[in-house]
Every structure is written in structure tokens, then in C-alpha cells.
């Protein structure tokens, strides 16, 4: 039973992953008569459902972390990690504006690829606050837009994630979400904000 649910949990993450790294194009194939010239693929404006498909994966890989450091430990949860951000995050790009939930300063802002695994999985002293956020324990996550804003090439969204471990306790944040689709044709974040939400009292 625990190997289906892990393979269940793989799956998981693999196919909304496999959603990010697919092109949403519109290939033209039309040639000029007599040229060996073909236009070069033109990739559609992003939509709001590749946008929602994109936060999926996100939850999907923040669990998927959560699992394998449960059953394999830390360097396995660690490689999966790196996979995550390379896949999903713009790194690969540029800088990320990516300001975590629980980071302060001198390194609440994590404009690199270092500073992003470690908020996720801890274990680097140039951050030494960082625990590891996608190591407690999470097993299933809700997200809730209050809108997503689409411009061709981009996109942003803003709402409520949730994230849910193995007791049951919930932690909701406020999150938004930046999105540019890549030359080849795959959505990266480029912007991610999370925060607590504000308390009265």
C-alpha cells in the first residue's frame, strides 16, 4: 500500500510537471512556394487555464518534497527540489523576484536559484534561518485565485494557497504568482510573493 501511494505521489508530480514543459503553440508550417524557409514557431498568448495548471504542479511538488523527505530523507528531498525549481521557476532566465513566506532579512528576497532551494529544504549557511518550508510534512494543498490577470506573454495571479500536513493543520498565505513563458515555449515563475495573512488582533 505505502509503495502505491508513493507511486501515486510520483505520479503526481511528474504529469503537472509535464503540463509546464509543453508548448502551447501554434506551429506555422506554411512555406513559400519554392523556399526551404519555414516560419519559426509562434507560441500562444498564455491563458488562465495554463496559469491554474501551473499552481497545480506547484502544489503537487511542494507535497512531493514533503513525501520524500519523510521516507528518504533530506538529500533525496533536496534533488527533488532542484528538479522542481529548474522546472517550474525562471532561474534559467534571470533573476526571480521571489520573497518567501517566513524569510527576513538580510535574506528575505531570493533573487537566485540558491536562495530559493534553500527556503524549500534548508541546509545552506548562507541562510541560516531557513528550516526548510516544504519539509513539514505537507500532504495535500487547496488554492484559491482572486484573480488571474493574462497579457500575452504573461501572466499574474493572486489568492490564497493552503497547505495541509499529516495531522490535519492548515496554513493558508497570500500569494502571488508571476508567469512569462519561455523561447521554448514552457510558463516559469518569475514573481512569487507569499506572506501570512494580516491578523487584527
Known sequence: ????????????????????????????????????????????????AEVEAAQRAWGYALVAIATEYDTKGHAAAKQLAENVIDS????????????PTLAAAPTTFRTDRDGAISYFVGGNPAYPGDSGFALKGWRSYEIENAGILTNGNSATSMGNVTVIDASGNRTTVDKTWGYVRGADGKLRIVLHHSSLPYQTN
Open 1 to 48: 500500500m505505502k509503495n502505491a501511494n508513493l507511486r501515486r505521489a510520483g505520479l503526481a508530480l511528474v504529469l503537472p510537471l509535464a503540463a509546464l514543459a509543453t508548448p502551447a503553440m501554434a506551429q506555422e508550417s506554411a512555406v513559400a512556394a519554392g523556399s526551404n524557409v519555414v516560419a519559426a514557431p509562434t507560441h500562444a498568448p498564455i491563458t488562465a
Open 88 to 99: 517550474a521557476y525562471g532561474y534559467g532566465l534571470g533573476p526571480v523576484l521571489f520573497k
